[in-house]
């Protein structure tokens, strides 16, 4: 975790706005931190508070200072190719050397072409103390948070937006249009945040800062389709894709402190949990790992997997809270600075709980392979389509003879007649049914994600580029990775997303979209690279659907909401008439099992208006 306040026009002291314990206040509210540290200069503050995890991490100064060039870092930095960049940089591979030291050696010799240099997950800042420069860099997945406010006189940045509401002398007013999308649950953005005067760096990009000038992300590296246009399977992609996934769970074993894992008895995780435990000192057998098992047919795989790998030490939780406690939204709030704008940033507080009463500081998790690398790749049809290649897409569509026959005939019927394609374009429930003003939805526009989904797949015009435009990649992975980063983080735990590497993810772009499907069978790459790691029945499960949610109905809660005590800022955005009778809607179906489950729009409008008042009244 870091922070640090920078003087750009020199008239001025750092601490004017915040002192180097307020800072690090804001960044450990929990005491995470093993090692806490500052380095003020003219005109700049800087903080970190380090919690270890790697072996070399124990030996990091905070902050890190160049021996050669006197510049300072700050940063929330995992390397993942450390032995790459010592054969690179002429440097002796040791444990004395830290990532940050790394960094700075890279920086020093690469300059911006830096960041694109390295491998893992970091958001960092270099200053330059000599020419009161400052080089910004975020990893290329957005793993780590950066948050940063700049203007001609002034630049703050920090790895959780709770710093924000520290400092003083500064506008920390909330972001009407980030309310507005937080109550249609949109907020996830890569660059806009809770804050109209915050903003993030997104993911793959620098920003460069001097005295003057402006102060504008620069993107270093993009995720690019690169998929031969071959149309005939070989055995070789199989073995790349499956050197590269190896790979990708190899590095992030990396520890001196115990392992975990989640196990949800699904393809990923159960994949990723099959090659790590083997490469483990005792096989696996000290692996823990965390299960959620809330669905009928979920426990079979859960276990199923534990037996297989030998996992003796299994946390499964049977029955998990959908509705957060306050104490748990007012621990997201000091560690966020905002509400969450993704669900699982609290769900698996358990876990993370139960993860540091165990000694436990790295949890892998299978979460990311649905955008990518293991997503079912049902537009393989469409652009066999579009390619002309029509004897191959009769050979890749489900079923039988007839039903394919029929099926084709129906695709080319549609294309001679001009017709385009159904996609689904209608507003999402939540956006339906929603508790804004009409003027407030017009203003920023909010026609929901189901809009971007259809623009994303009538636009591409291969697997690749539609995975890549899809707003499930774009737009919602970067809130759930910060949420859940930084809630973790809070009980020093390092969430760790193989499916989510970046070399792995390139693999996958470089692969021929014939191999990423076969018929009904999606995710046909990563299940062929896996086979031997996992039970077969999970490993060829046709689907997801496990069956209904045991407990969902037997926790229900309606916040009690006062319209008429919201938050002057809320009540400029919401229909009050609207929340009252959603308010009153819940109160009929609270004893009602069928129309409980039906309400869940109103259940999470009113679950995010009381969530925002919270926040806006909190201290």
């Not at 385009?420 to 209608?426: A, F, I, K, S």
């Not at 609207?578 to 409008?605: H, I, M, T, Y």
Request: neutral net charge; charged residues 25%; aromatic residues 10%.
């Amino acid at each position: 975790m870091f922070a640090g306040i920078i003087i750009r026009d020199g008239r001025g002291d750092p601490r004017d706005f915040a002192d180097a314990e307020t800072l690090l206040a804001a960044l450990t509210p929990y005491g995470q931190a093993d090692r806490t540290g500052a380095w003020q200069g003219s005109g700049a503050l800087l903080v970190q508070a380090l919690t270890w995890n790697t072996a070399e991490s124990k030996h990091e100064a905070v902050p890190e200072k160049c021996a050669e060039t006197g510049r300072v870092i700050v940063g929330w930095v995992r390397l993942d190719n450390r032995a790459e960049l010592c054969a690179q940089l002429g440097l002796a591979l040791r444990e004395e050397l830290t990532d940050p030291q790394l960094i700075l050696a890279a920086h020093r010799t690469w300059g911006e072409a830096c960041p694109d240099r390295l491998e893992g997950d970091f958001s960092f800042v270099v200053y330059d103390p000599a020419r009161h420069a400052a080089f910004c860099a975020r990893d290329a997945l957005g793993i780590r948070p950066f948050f940063y406010h700049a203007s001609s006189e002034l630049f703050v940045f920090a790895s959780t937006a709770a710093v924000y509401r520290r400092l003083r002398c500064f506008d920390a007013a909330p972001s009407q249009e980030w309310m507005a999308r937080f109550l249609i649950g949109e907020s996830a953005d890569p660059v806009k945040t809770a804050y109209a005067q915050v903003r993030k760096l997104p993911p793959s990009h620098f920003i460069n800062l001097g005295r003057a000038g402006a102060a504008d992300p620069v993107r270093y590296f993009d995720l690019v389709d690169a998929a031969p246009e071959t149309y005939r399977r070989e055995d070789r992609w199989v073995d790349s894709y499956r050197e590269a996934f190896h790979r990708a769970v190899e590095v992030r074993l990396r520890s001196a402190y115990r392992l975990g894992a989640e196990n949800s008895g699904g393809l990923d995780s159960a994949t990723i949990i099959g090659h790590a435990a083997p490469k483990l000192w005792d096989d696996g057998a000290d692996l823990p790992c965390f299960s959620v098992c809330h669905l009928e047919r979920e426990s079979h795989y859960i276990l199923d997997l534990a037996s297989h790998c030998g996992i003796k030490h299994n946390y499964v939780l049977t029955r998990p809270t959908y509705q957060p406690s306050q104490r748990e939204d007012d621990r997201a709030i000091r560690v966020l600075g905002y509400p969450p704008e993704h669900t699982h940033a609290l769900f698996h507080l358990p876990f993370f709980e139960h993860c540091e009463a165990l000694g436990i500081r790295t949890l892998l998790s299978g979460f990311g392979g649905d955008e990518i690398v293991t997503s079912r790749a049902e537009f393989l049809i469409r652009e066999l389509f579009l390619a002309g290649r029509y004897a191959q897409l009769f050979m890749e569509l489900p079923g039988n003879v007839a039903m394919r026959t029929a099926r084709m005939v129906a695709m080319l019927g549609r294309h001679a007649r001009g017709m385009r394609e159904q996609v689904p374009r209608d507003r999402t429930p939540r956006l339906a049914r929603s508790i804004l003003r009409r003027d407030v939805m017009e203003k920023y526009r909010l026609a929901g994600f189901r809009q971007a989904q259809a623009d994303a797949y009538r636009r591409s015009r291969t697997l690749n580029g539609h995975l890549l435009a899809k707003p499930a990649f774009r737009t919602f992975l970067v809130g759930r990775l910060e949420g859940c980063s930084l809630m973790a983080g809070s009980y020093r735990v390092d969430y760790r997303w193989p499916m989510l590497d970046r070399r792995l993810i390139a693999q996958f772009l470089g692969t021929p979209s014939i191999e990423k499907r076969h018929r009904e069978w999606g995710r046909y790459l990563h299940r062929r690279a896996c086979i031997g790691t996992v039970p077969e029945k999970i490993l060829w499960k046709e689907g997801k659907n496990l069956g209904t949610f045991r407990h969902f109905g037997r926790d229900r809660r309606v916040d009690a909401i006062d319209v008429e005590a919201l938050s002057g800022v809320l009540g400029d955005i919401v229909e009050r008439d609207a929340v009252a009778a959603q308010a009153e809607a819940l109160e009929r179906a609270f004893g009602d099992d069928d129309l409980w489950f039906s309400k869940a729009p109103e259940r999470n409008n009113l679950r995010a208006l009381s969530t925002l008042d919270s926040w806006l009244k909190s201290d």
